[in-house]
């Protein structure tokens, strides 16, 4: 069993940065791949960014490459998610997730057996 808390979120202004974090306890990440998710109103849940337990290679939503950054802390068993040059639209839910390392598609929702209760990111113009 894995439990996820997210941490991190809040209201800020077009432009600005934020530094999510996803704290593990149960397992260490090095045995998962660690990805985020955001759900904005009226949306579908998308992935944002993924990371290898074990080698440490990322992937990220398209649209989101150069702007965020996933990274793992392995001394604190966290992995976080920097957010540069907020926009209107990347305000949402933020969650994270687990899942065994089983080589699928980052985004497939379904692979992910454990979720975190998510932290609000909201982005004023």
């Known amino acids: 069993q894995v439990q996820l808390v997210e941490s991190g979120g809040g209201l800020v202004q077009a432009g600005a940065s934020l530094r999510l974090s996803c704290a593990g306890s149960?397992?260490?990440?090095?045995?998962?791949?660690v990805s985020w998710f955001r759900q904005a109103p009226g949306k579908e849940r998308e992935f944002v960014a993924g990371?290898?337990?074990?080698?440490?290679?990322?992937y990220y939503a398209e649209s989101l490459k150069g702007r965020f950054t996933i990274s793992r802390d392995m001394a604190k068993n966290t992995v976080n998610l920097q957010m540069n040059s907020l926009k209107p639209d990347d305000t949402g839910v933020y969650s994270c997730?687990?899942?065994?390392?089983?080589?699928?598609?980052?985004?497939?929702?379904?692979?992910?057996?454990?979720w975190g209760q998510g932290t609000q990111v909201t982005v004023s113009s």
């Open positions: 997730a687990v899942r065994d390392p089983i080589g699928i598609m980052w985004g497939l929702k379904g692979s992910y057996p454990y």
């Open positions: 149960g397992r260490p990440f090095t045995n998962y791949d």
């Open positions: 990371i290898h337990g074990s080698g440490g290679s990322s």
